[in-house]
């Protein structure tokens, strides 16, 4: 890969003369970064827009095998690019090599990188607005959260399942997921990791081992 020269120009025309090159067919790169912009601020028809701008303004790095077009367009008054010069030093153009810019280049990966990152994260916020908006409906509202709901239980069952034990027979415990039997503790006749054989008061039900817990009432079954 040949190496790079250096071509000056105002601060304002950076990102142009780059893109007006690239478009010519001549090989230019200028580091730049996005940003965003608010036209009309405070009026009804604000809006934002993404623009580019120079990290390193007034240079803009073309490869040294277009020197001689270059040349001829900066002294070309009729030039429909914007207006440049080649820089030399000491009369001399000096030739910049690839591993000379690795610390703009990677400057401009990391600034890409960032509005690669806010961008997602606006999409995502977008996402959600609209499934938001869906949810005025009533229906919606409901099948979400029956949605919700289900997510839920099957979490309280799995942090359930992960704490369940063999009860004794004659120990009292309370019944999870069950509204019937909402704070009222029971008594285990019989049980193994899968079911349990609990009675209320003269009734005995079966119930799932991963429901049964140790009881956190002060009262005694009857």
Known sequence: MSRWIILRTSGGQTVPLMKSLREAGIDAWSPARTIRRVLHRGKKSERRVE??????????????????????LASDPTSLHP??????????????????????????????????????AETRRE?????????????????????????????????HRAKQRTFEPGELVDVAEMPALDGVAGVVESSDRSFAMVRFGTRS???????????????QAA
């Not at 499934?131 to 099957?154: D, N, P, Q």
């Not at 079966?206 to 009432?217: V, Y």
């Open 127 to 159: 996402a959600e607005q609209i499934r938001i908006a869906a949810l005025k409906s009533e229906a919606a509202r409901r099948r979400a959260t029956k949605e919700l709901e289900r997510v839920l239980l099957a979490e309280r069952r799995a942090e």
């Open 205 to 219: 039900w079966k119930i799932d081992g991963w429901r049964l817990m140790p009881t956190r009432l002060d009262v």
């Open 83 to 120: 207006a440049f010069s080649i820089f030399r030093y000491n009369g001399k153009v000096p030739l910049v090599a690839d591993a000379e810019v690795v610390g703009l280049q990677e400057e401009e990966q990391r600034e890409a990188a960032t509005m690669q990152e806010i961008r997602a």
């Open 51 to 72: 623009i580019d701008v120079p990290i390193l303004a007034t240079f803009v790095f073309a490869r040294e095998e277009h020197i001689v077009t270059l040349a001829d």
